[in-house]
């Protein structure tokens, strides 16, 4: 092959492996294969629900791309625990098990087939997983952590056949709990010994009547919040202290008051779903359109008919529908089975208890963060709106906003949306047309900044930034090449707020300060 005509494209590999195929095909091979051809159409729907391709059927396996990593972990999941479903109500000639694993990488196409570097990845992967688990390259879980609801287990670097470098790999455990140790002798003793990782913790609910309606519940872990106390006025010395341990959080039961995204005036009837009988699932989308399917046949049934429903109207209502707009299942029957976190938030009450003094008007020509479409966009379309509505900024120049019925309901969903398309918490730069924050003139806006940007701040770090982010203008946030973090709250300026955080830095004991926020924003010098 000519290396100058081939085509390249990163891509995310998913490989998929039956356990000890060949001794149930020997045992009765026409039953075995009448058995993997039914499983395997059964991951083949859960694989295109999650816009994947299947594009090489492997004997006993099949592997399949997907253009989102975290969507590629979600058909996996699935797939495990429609598996896991289907063999609750087997009879043992039946069972079938399977291991997968996922990769992100470079591919080089063939017609319809895919070869290279991280297809092989993804197989040896799949090899080192457990029976029933899931085993992922840190390339994928650098792009899942914080976004979806399991645990990791760090198994460090692998020495697999045929490839020549280590792969550094994670086992993932949906139940919150270390995975049984392969019993391939070799797995076991190319492991490294790793402290164990949360993305959070889990429990799996059995929801899936068929292999066909694989769904997968799991629990979040939290962090405590920080206590409500009133917010520094003067320059706080933040030093180390020990991490305090993480809480065990109970597997999430349906409620209304949980579901991200919806309108309050439309709680009612998500209230309704909670006490409706009979098979039912509950579909949404991130603009707050959902569906309900109630009274129907079966599980599978319901969340076909929600899912359907809820896309046919966001299709309706949104007038430029983009790949996030597509409708997700959230529960199935009186459980959520919604892979994803909650979406991250920051500490409430989300927004300064005192307004800049005197009132500051939206002005987009000198908003921070945003690029020309976005503030010509804002101009013709949030100016001009009437209800209530709040501008969220977030990671990477992300701009969000959609109206609401009132001014509290408006600061929730966006955020949450926003934390949500994001991954990380984000701002209320505006109220209608009001600015609530102070923008740096000092230095350059580069972000919006959350505690986490300070490399791995500690418990008591991490409660003191809690509270500076709800903390009144002006306000700045000093980091030490040591660790060491000086936070300055409520000042009369700019150059007040810096001053005294560098000056509460060099205080707590910290080396080479210097200014890493202003107000919610994380800077640079201009």
Known sequence: MNDAILVRRLTTILAIDV?????????????????????????????????????????????????????????????????????????????????????????????????????????????????????????VYDQIIGKLMLGAEDIGEQHVKNIPRPIHAYRLTPDGKPPVLSASPKA????????????????????????????????????????????????????????????????????????????????RALENYASADGSKALAFSVRGIFAMATRRIDADTARRAALEDCDRLVRREVAVYRDYDRCMLYAAGNVVVWSFRSPPMPPPPYI?????????????????????????????HYLKAVHSRALVLGHNHFDWWTPSENDNDAIRRNLQICGHLTGRPCVVYALNNQVLVQTPQTMRVVNVFIPQDLARPDAGQQQALSRYLIANDWRAVALASNGRIGIATNKASEKEATASALQACSQAGGADCIISAIGPFLVAPN
């Open 352 to 380: 300064p208890a005192a307004r800049p003094s005197p009132p500051i008007p939206l002005d987009l020509t000198t908003a921070p963060l945003l690029n020309a479409p976005a503030r010509e966009r804002l101009a013709e």
């Open 188 to 267: 076991a003793a190319t492991a490294i010994p790793r402290a164990r990782l949360f993305l959070a913790g889990g429990a799996v609910a059995a929801l899936v009547a068929t292999a066909l309606a694989g769904a997968l519940f799991l629990r979040q872990g939290s962090v405590p919040a920080p206590p409500q106390t009133a917010a520094p006025t003067a320059a706080t010395v933040v030093a180390p202290t020990p991490p305090a341990p993480t809480a065990a959080v109970s597997p999430r039961v349906f409620d209304p008051k949980d579901v991200p995204f919806i309108p309050d005036f439309r709680w």
């Open 19 to 139: 356990v000890a195929f060949s001794t149930m095909s020997a045992q009765d091979e026409e039953h075995a294969l009448a058995l993997l051809g039914a499983r395997m159409d059964a991951a083949g729907t859960l694989i295109r629900q999650h816009r994947g391709r299947v594009f090489k059927l492997t004997g006993d396996g099949l592997l399949a791309e997907f253009a989102s990593p975290v969507e590629a972990v979600r058909a996996a999941l699935e797939i495990q625990e429609a598996m896991r479903s289907a063999n609750a109500t087997a009879g043992a000639r039946d069972q079938l098990n399977l291991r997968i694993g996922v990769n992100l990488g470079d591919v080089v196409e063939s017609g319809e087939d895919l070869m290279g570097d991280a297809v092989n990845v993804a197989v040896r992967l799949e090899s080192i997983a457990t029976t029933g688990g899931i085993c992922v390259s840190s390339s």
